[in-house]
């Protein structure tokens, strides 16, 4: 294999640029490979094949991959090995003056190529643990090109989706898979709902950058009002996600769809990982791989994980947004990690969201001069009425500092009832506020994925899974040994980046007619989820 460094796509050297006053928000995001309009999905449509007739055997083989699932498995395993080398396809690729359109040629490429390492690998029995160099040779190098892990990634369903209107929007409605693993509605719906969410949430990386350059100008109103924008927003994400079980049957995406996104990290048929044949350590660029030895020579052995939901930058973009930190074992090594699965315009614009002006600082520095905030969060089993708060409010305590629950309050805040609400004062409750109804946001996005991993992972056999309506139980031993296809256990991860939203809670009071009243109170996670679980329950 022959690899040019400089012959790599310039718009994926990324250098991080920090929002600063004069920032155009179109701009700044288009620098990074992002878009106003549709956020992180590519800036054209995907191709529905590539153009040249010298990549007409690819484009046949993908078309015939469901047959994997029949008595016709040894002929497309035959046709994978046997696929033609084309010597100067990269080149073939890149021969065009748009970068957009080599761009769209090469996600196109690397779709076509991971969705056959992944067929080769899963529908073999046990799963195959060498990729023949038909596939590992030009997935490395289209990797290598795309700056990220030559595995399926999100990104790839990010780059497989036509329009069933070529003139219609891009909607939920009116998309569908162009190519896909077993075939079906229910396998093109799993992947088209994440399109959908992706489109649907890109005001709030707009709002992201529009509240990080109010933060710098010192400008409340703003704040509140981009934050307001991000509230607006994650909602109809958690709608679109509600939408899964109409056209995707839990019992096929367990047993027919969820084996081929599967990664080799984490899987017991891969304890060291899976030979890429032809390709050694030196053909690797920027990801992690050892040596075997394979016949005669030392092949490069790679161990990923696979296609997964926490893989989106649009969910780390909320999370880098609103300055929620995720430290546990249980979530923070699994969100590094797979950052090698974004293309790497998208990883060094969370970078820059990161370390750019903190939205969440801001809160707390105008919380700091009102004496009804604190930036303590209320347990998961506190009650409105148990809370320092409400007694406040109905005079049950005329000091919040008198309570032994007082931990609520600011330490060195002495509250009455007829307190003066200056219009700082009310500015800062309103801040607080907008910040926590994005938090509260986030967090019923969380617990509705929470509840269709329980539909869909939580649960291996068909007789379990009824119907689309179905709530199951399943038991605390289950939940830790259940595995998403991203490689991690997938309950306990889950519920710790649910549990990390919440903790970034600020609780707040405001003076109203009736005396101190409580705007800002943090309901309980399981309260929360009992409320989720029983609304998806109850939709169509």
Same mark, same amino acid.
Not at 197 to 216: D, F, N, R, S, Y
Not at 227 to 248: F, G
Not at 289 to 312: D, L, M
């Given at each position: 294999?022959?690899?040019?460094?400089?012959?790599?796509?310039?718009?994926?050297?990324?250098?991080?640029?920090?929002?600063?006053?004069?920032?155009?928000?179109?701009?700044?995001?288009?620098?990074?490979?992002?878009?106003?309009?549709?956020?992180?999905? =590519?800036?054209?449509?995907?191709?529905?094949?590539?153009?040249?007739?010298?990549?007409? !055997? +690819?484009?046949?083989?993908?078309?015939?991959?469901?047959?994997?699932?029949? !008595?016709? %498995?040894?002929?497309?395993?035959?046709?994978?090995?046997?696929?033609?080398?084309? $010597?100067?396809?990269?080149?073939?690729?890149?021969?065009?003056?748009?970068?957009?359109?080599?761009?769209?040629?090469?996600?196109? $490429?690397?779709?076509?190529?991971?969705?056959?390492?992944?067929? +080769?690998?899963?529908?073999?029995?046990?799963?195959?643990?060498?990729?023949?160099?038909?596939?590992?040779?030009?997935?490395?190098?289209?990797?290598?090109?795309?700056?990220?892990?030559?595995?399926?990634?999100?990104?790839? @369903?990010?780059?497989?989706?036509?329009?069933?209107?070529? #003139?219609?929007?891009?909607?939920?409605?009116?998309?569908?898979?162009?190519?896909?693993?077993? &075939?079906?509605?229910?396998?093109? +719906?799993?992947?088209?709902?994440?399109? $959908?969410?992706?489109?649907?949430?890109?005001?709030?990386?707009?709002?992201?950058?529009?509240?990080?350059?109010?933060?710098?100008?010192?400008?409340?109103?703003?704040?509140?009002?981009?934050?307001?924008?991000?509230?607006?927003?994650?909602?109809?994400?958690?709608?679109?996600? %509600?939408?899964?079980? #109409?056209?995707?049957?839990?019992?096929?995406?367990?047993?027919?769809?969820?084996?081929?996104?599967?990664?080799?990290?984490?899987?017991?048929?891969?304890?060291?990982?899976?030979?890429?044949?032809?390709?050694?350590?030196?053909?690797?660029?920027?990801?992690?791989?050892?040596?075997?030895?394979?016949?005669?020579?030392? +092949?490069?052995?790679?161990?990923?994980? &696979?296609?997964?939901?926490?893989?989106?930058?649009?969910?780390?973009?909320?999370?880098?947004?609103?300055?929620?930190?995720?430290?546990?074992?249980?979530?923070?090594?699994?969100?590094?990690?797979?950052?090698?699965?974004?293309?790497?315009?998208?990883?060094?614009?969370?970078?820059?969201?990161?370390?750019?002006? @903190?939205?969440?600082?801001?809160?707390?520095?105008?919380?700091?001069?009102? =004496?009804?905030?604190?930036?303590?969060?209320?347990?998961?089993?506190?009650?409105?009425?148990?809370?320092?708060?409400?007694?406040? %409010?109905?005079?049950?305590?005329?000091?919040?500092?008198?309570?032994?629950? @007082?931990?609520? $309050?600011?330490? @060195?805040?002495?509250?009455?009832?007829?307190?003066?609400?200056?219009?700082? *004062?009310?500015?800062? *409750?309103?801040?607080?506020?907008?910040?926590?109804?994005?938090?509260?946001?986030?967090?019923?996005?969380?617990?509705?994925?929470?509840?269709?991993?329980?539909?869909?992972?939580?649960?291996?056999?068909?007789?379990?899974?009824?119907?689309?309506?179905?709530?199951? #139980?399943?038991?605390?031993?289950?939940?830790?040994?259940?595995?998403?296809?991203?490689?991690?256990?997938?309950?306990?991860?889950?519920? &710790?980046?649910?549990?990390?939203?919440?903790?970034?809670?600020?609780?707040?009071?405001?003076?109203?007619?009736?005396?101190? #009243?409580?705007?800002?109170?943090?309901?309980?996670?399981? !309260?929360?989820?009992?409320?989720?679980?029983?609304?998806?329950?109850?939709?169509?």
């Amino acid at each position: 294999m022959m690899h040019s460094e400089a012959n790599r796509l310039d718009i994926h050297r990324h250098m991080v640029r920090l929002v600063d006053l004069d920032t155009d928000v179109s701009a700044f995001l288009g620098h990074y490979g992002v878009s106003a309009d549709r956020g992180f999905l =590519p800036e054209i449509d995907p191709l529905l094949r590539l153009p040249s007739p010298l990549f007409d !055997e +690819w484009e046949s083989v993908i078309v015939r991959l469901p047959e994997m699932d029949t !008595e016709r %498995k040894s002929e497309i395993h035959q046709s994978l090995e046997t696929l033609t080398p084309i $010597a100067n396809f990269m080149d073939v690729l890149k021969d065009h003056d748009d970068p957009k359109v080599v761009l769209a040629r090469l996600e196109r $490429a690397c779709l076509l190529f991971v969705m056959f390492a992944n067929g +080769w690998i899963w529908s073999h029995s046990p799963p195959s643990t060498v990729l023949p160099a038909s596939i590992a040779q030009p997935l490395q190098l289209l990797s290598n090109e795309l700056g990220r892990v030559p595995a399926l990634s999100y990104m790839n @369903s990010l780059c497989n989706w036509r329009r069933t209107n070529p #003139e219609g929007p891009l909607d939920l409605d009116n998309i569908k898979c162009i190519n896909l693993f077993v &075939g079906g509605e229910d396998e093109s +719906w799993f992947f088209m709902v994440t399109i $959908a969410i992706e489109k649907e949430g890109a005001p709030v990386l707009v709002a992201t950058v529009e509240a990080q350059k109010a933060v710098l100008r010192n400008d409340t109103e703003a704040v509140i009002a981009e934050l307001r924008n991000i509230t607006a927003t994650v909602p109809r994400m958690t709608a679109l996600l %509600k939408r899964m079980r #109409e056209h995707n049957r839990p019992s096929v995406f367990y047993n027919k769809v969820r084996p081929f996104v599967a990664g080799t990290r984490g899987s017991p048929a891969h304890p060291h990982g899976i030979v890429f044949e032809g390709v050694t350590d030196s053909d690797v660029k920027g990801s992690a791989c050892s040596s075997t030895a394979v016949g005669s020579s030392q +092949w490069s052995v790679h161990s990923y994980f &696979g296609g997964s939901a926490a893989q989106s930058s649009l969910v780390a973009a909320l999370d880098a947004s609103l300055g929620i930190s995720h430290t546990h074992p249980d979530t923070a090594y699994y969100l590094r990690d797979i950052r090698q699965h974004m293309p790497p315009g998208h990883r060094a614009f969370l970078d820059a969201i990161a370390e750019g002006p @903190s939205i969440r600082n801001f809160v707390h520095s105008k919380a700091s001069i009102c =004496p009804f905030a604190s930036a303590a969060v209320m347990d998961a089993t506190t009650t409105e009425k148990q809370c320092p708060m409400h007694k406040l %409010k109905t005079g049950q305590l005329k000091s919040l500092d008198s309570s032994a629950d @007082s931990t609520f $309050a600011s330490s @060195s805040a002495t509250v009455s009832t007829d307190h003066p609400m200056t219009p700082a *004062m009310r500015q800062a *409750m309103d801040l607080i506020t907008a910040y926590n109804d994005c938090l509260k946001a986030v967090e019923e996005f969380r617990t509705v994925h929470l509840i269709l991993v329980a539909q869909y992972i939580l649960q291996p056999k068909d007789a379990q899974v009824q119907g689309a309506g179905t709530v199951l #139980e399943v038991s605390e031993g289950d939940h830790k040994k259940a595995v998403g296809t991203g490689g991690t256990s997938i309950f306990p991860f889950l519920k &710790g980046c649910r549990q990390e939203t919440v903790d970034q809670y600020v609780s707040t009071v405001s003076e109203s007619s009736a005396g101190a #009243e409580m705007v800002g109170k943090v309901s309980g996670a399981s !309260e929360s989820t009992s409320t989720s679980m029983n609304q998806l329950s109850s939709s169509d």
